[in-house]
């Protein structure tokens, strides 16, 4: 064959060519930019006025923001101070935040106690890390139930008893209803489980604590529930809405589905009046109803009131997303668990619930983050919390006339919280993805 | 919505007002502080400090009291209201008083049964326009755009007063006066309206307040006074004459520096009944001796803490007007102590 082309063809290649680099027009960077931005005529106008758009607003704002004063004791001395540097435009004065940073972070908790809420955080965060991430060791789970109990304490103060006898109420009720059960029968000790903690924490627990104190004293600085304001405020009542209302939701969302008559009437009566009602009326309701139907002398705290309204509002959002899980299990999940022979908490706790708490993980999280964005609302009701705290430093000589700036520093702070909420429900779907489709 | 609530828990009131009666005093000193009812925050008149210290003019009527009650001006708790609770949080006997900007009217005092123990600031509604808007009288104001704050005594005031001169107005509803500030500087509306002491606050934080006017016109009587619950008038009376004693302290020149060197005893008698060195009038209100002398010392007579919160030497800068003393062409009139 060879032979045939040699005089035919002048030169053969006997190597292969060197790979080229594609043309500039069809690679990196500027392939990227014109398939993406300027691939047709319209696309192309329809960037530049985007891009012109996004410079306008961003020559407006960058210069005020990243121009702002730090060191200013007044907003009439960021003025000062803005004049004499000759800027020529208006900036940001951000003095306020450096001044009241940590009115807006702790409320009115005692500056040299902060340790005391910084370290609630890292116990929260220790006790969620063996819920949250699967790598975890296990035996961190019994930190996780004693962190409510040692959270309360770290944050409120007072004798260290307190919570250890409110909490061994709860170890008496476990304890009955692990071991009550073969003395007992099983209805029984169920009723035993839930009526003599109540008991106990009635007439037993305060006495105790007591004893407890005198005996050993152990305790901090006490702390009222009116000094707590800014982010700590939102944050304990988002946090305690939130651990709180899952377990509540799941059981009303499981009672909602219950054959049994009674039980399934108080399910749905309940969701349907929580959710047939704003929350800003069932915070009136707690601040202002409750008064009246307590005693004087019985100063229910406020907080606390706020807390349970919010716990109760959630858990009937969370039940109806967790319904529409349980509602999307094919029959035969049911009926497979039925046939293994479990009984109802069994099939309900191994077969039925965690797929449908996997399919409610979107609508589960996305709750929470309405939750704790719905915190500022307790601003109605006179509680502190960032936005009540804005107006509060506004009403303060020195910075009244100050806006966006404060808008601005509570908006980062709330975004941080709810963006990494919505990370992690993503990468939780992501973990959990196991569907066969 | 707000309105409904507010009508179910005043009818409630009413009920509550039967069981909350006539010792809180005894519950005030049981407890050791006062529980006394703020703004969650007004310029000038309650703020929390950097330090979450309170400030301000109403305030230091809450310390003046706690001060004649306990001996300690620091032994208060303040309670932030909002407008929606600040009633029944007197009512349910949440807050033993409430010091907090309210309009002294008929149907607060007798409908809602509370008592208003005196007047600690008269105040009225008054009108802010640009200066280049050229307006000099609120009479000119036919057709403007006023920016107000809805559910407040100022929206129906202004109602009011166009009505009754046969002009034209359109509002933009305000929820705060932060609100207010920006919407008006940023030209949304022609008129901002609200207290005339809010006004001036309001302008002093501009950066030009020069560029403003605010119209002589006050439309409005609002006699801003600490109140309390109807049923417990022993408790009513001991804040009636607190407030009483730091006006009329002012009146006898009786102030924070000189108070101790006076309760010695003078040539005065008034001032020697009041300040307790003569007489019983301590006893009577069921308080030591020295109410009087612990209330001035806590903040000073009532011009002291004028000047000290919202006087002419403050940003807010309001002259005294109304609330100087009668003597010198005011409205503060303090009944005698005898």
Known sequence: MSDTHAQSVQFVRDTMIPEQDAPITEKGAVKWVRENLFSSWLNAILTIVSILVVYWVLA??????????????????????????????????????SDRWHQLLFGFYPSGLYWR?????????????????????????????????????????GSIWGPVAAALGFVIGWAIMTYGEGVLGALASIIAALVVPILYW???????????????????????????????????????????????????????????????????????????????????????????????????????????MVTLFASAYIAEVVRGGLAALPRGQYEGADSLGLDYWQSMRLIILPQALKISIPGIVSTFIGLFKDTTLVVFIGLLDPIGLSNAIRADSDWNGIYWELFIFIGLCFFIFCFSMSRYSQWLERKLTTGHH | MKKSVFLGTIAVAGLAAGFVSAQTLDEVRARGELNCGVTTGLVGFAAPDANGQWDGFDVGVCRAVAAAVLGDPTAVSFVPTTGQTRFTALASGEIDLLARNTTWTFSRDVDLRFE??????????????????????????????????????????????????????????????????????????DVYTTDASGLA?????????????????????????????????????????????????????????????????????????????????????????????????????????????????????????LNAQWTDGGLLYSPPFR
């Open chain 1, 60 to 97: 407006h704002i960058l210069p005020w923001m990243l121009g702002g004063i730090w060191v200013a004791e007044s907003l009439t001395q960021c003025r000062e101070i803005r004049d004499a540097s000759g800027i020529g435009y208006d900036v940001a004065c951000w003095a306020v935040i």
């Open chain 1, 117 to 157: 809420p910084i370290l609630t955080l890292i116990v929260f965060g220790a006790a969620i890390a063996p819920i949250l991430f699967s790598g975890v060791s296990r035996k961190m789970l019994l930190f996780s139930i004693a962190a409510p109990f040692l959270a309360y304490w770290l944050l409120w103060g």
């Open chain 2, 201 to 321: 606050a309001t302008r002093a934080t501009f950066e030009d307040p020069s560029a403003h006017v605010v119209l002589p016109e006050i439309i409005s009587k609002e006699p801003l006074g600490p109140l309390v619950r109807h049923g417990d008038n022993e408790w009513g009376d001991i804040a009636r004459w607190t407030l009483n004693a730091l006006i009329a302290a002012e009146e006898l020149g009786i102030t924070s520096d000189n108070v101790a060197e006076l309760a010695q005893g003078t040539s005065n008698p008034e001032i020697n009944r009041m300040l307790g060195s003569e007489g019983d009038l301590g006893a009577m209100l069921g308080l030591a001796s020295d109410w009087a002398v612990n209330a001035i010392s806590a903040g000073g007579n009532y011009g002291e803490l004028f000047e000290a919160h919202i006087g002419e030497d403050t940003a807010i800068g309001l002259a005294r007007g």
């Open chain 1, 202 to 308: 009635l007439f037993v627990a305060g006495a105790l604590a007591g004893v407890l104190q005198d005996f050993l004293p152990i305790g901090i600085e006490n702390i009222r529930s009116d000094q707590f304001g800014g982010f700590m405020l939102a944050l304990i009542i988002g946090v305690s809405g939130i651990v709180l209302s899952l377990p509540l939701g799941i059981l009303l969302a499981l009672g909602r589905q219950s054959d049994l008559f009674i039980i399934n009437k108080c399910s749905v009566i309940f969701i349907e009046v929580i959710r047939g009602v704003p929350l800003i009326v069932w915070l009136f309701t707690a601040s202002l109803l409750l008064n009246y139907f307590l005693p004087p002398e019985v100063s229910f705290d406020l907080m606390l009131r706020v807390i349970i």
């Open chain 2, 116 to 189: 208003f123990v005196g007047v600690n600031y008269y105040d009225g509604q008054g009108f802010m326009v640009p200066r280049e808007l050229g307006v000099s009288s609120a009479m000119e104001l036919d057709g403007a755009t006023v920016c107000i704050q809805t559910g407040t005594t100022t929206e129906l005031n202004l109602a009011d007063f166009f009505a009754s001169n046969n002009m034209a107005y359109e509002p933009v509803p305000i929820e705060t006066n932060a609100e207010a500030q920006q919407q008006y500087l940023a030209g949304a509306c």
